[in-house]
């Protein structure tokens, strides 16, 4: 049987997938729960690099995947081309499993509050505007797809991810695969750096990116 390895370091013949993902990670650990396979992948100038066990100090996170998932991202990556569609399937095969089974997969929101004593301060969360209840409308390309919706909530300093529709959301966003991944991108830069100058272009970026993906949730039915 193809080891989970093998099958990633297929897609190095696939240059469009290398750029998709690179914007995932520089540094992570993959646990495969039924195969029970760990290893890190490291990416640096989007050269990808493999290493057989996980040393925890070496990578940013560890994401915990199955193999069904594994040989799902294969294949709709395996492709010369990857469009808004591919991108939308490769990050929902990636992400939507751990929120129905209510785990916060978006490690980049784990690392954020902790990363900077800003998103702590309530009074600084405030001139940031930040929110505590956030209601996300994630954008399909597919047609026949409904939008999928996840709350946001930040308990104890934390972010918690929740599938749906929880409670009543302070602000509504509506943002594309796209938009979440520059997020992401945003965040770890921040993150990486951690330093004040990192975070303080890091939050002047966030309100101009929060103002694009705003979206009234009277506009949608309850």
Known sequence: ??????????????PE????????????????????????IHQKAEKISFQTKI?????DYIFETNSEQIDNVVKLASVPYIDEINRYK?????????????????????????????????IIRKLLRLKNSVHVYLKTPIKSEPQKIVTLLFLD????????????????????????LEFHSEAFKAIKSNSTFQWFK???W???????VYYSASNHDA
Request: with cysteine.
């Open 1 to 14: 049987m193809q080891s989970t390895i093998d099958k990633l370091k297929s897609l190095a013949e696939y």
């Open 55 to 59: 040393n925890r100090s070496n990578v």
């Open 202 to 204: 890091f939050t002047r």
């Open 157 to 180: 300093g934390e972010w918690e991810v929740k599938q749906g529709k929880v409670g009543v959301a302070e602000i509504t966003f509506q943002i594309t695969v796209d938009d979440a």
């Open 90 to 122: 490769i990050l929902n095969t990636l992400f939507y499993g751990a929120l129905k089974g209510g785990v916060n997969p978006f490690h980049c929101l784990k690392l954020v509050p902790k990363g900077s004593s800003l998103f702590k301060n309530s």
């Open 206 to 212: 966030y309100l101009k990116w929060r103002k694009k």
């Open 17 to 40: 997938s290398i750029k998709l993902f690179v914007q995932l990670f520089e540094d992570v650990g993959i646990h495969v729960t039924d195969t029970n396979e760990q290893f890190s």
